[in-house]
């Protein structure tokens, strides 16, 4: 158990390390090598598809760049309806 939490934290780290980096794609490699490095740590096996924290540092690689070139996406209109 401890062992899956320090990898977690560690695979966490990288992720923030790597998001800030110069390189483009770096959120997304980083997140490739820590999801090899979970399948390594739990099942000792590597599964070449795309992992939860691949897709993740994705979307972050794709949000930097929407972000630096000035395409935001906009807000919903408004929130959906709850009831009292």
Known sequence: MMKSF?????????????????STNSAEKAGEAADTAYEQATTGETDLG????????????????????GEVAAPPASPPATTP
């Open 6 to 22: 320090l990898t977690a934290a560690a695979v966490a780290a990288l992720m923030l390390v790597a998001a800030c980096g110069p």
């Open 50 to 69: 795309d992992g939860p924290a691949e897709n993740a540092g994705e979307a972050t690689d794709e949000a930097v760049e929407n972000a630096a070139s």
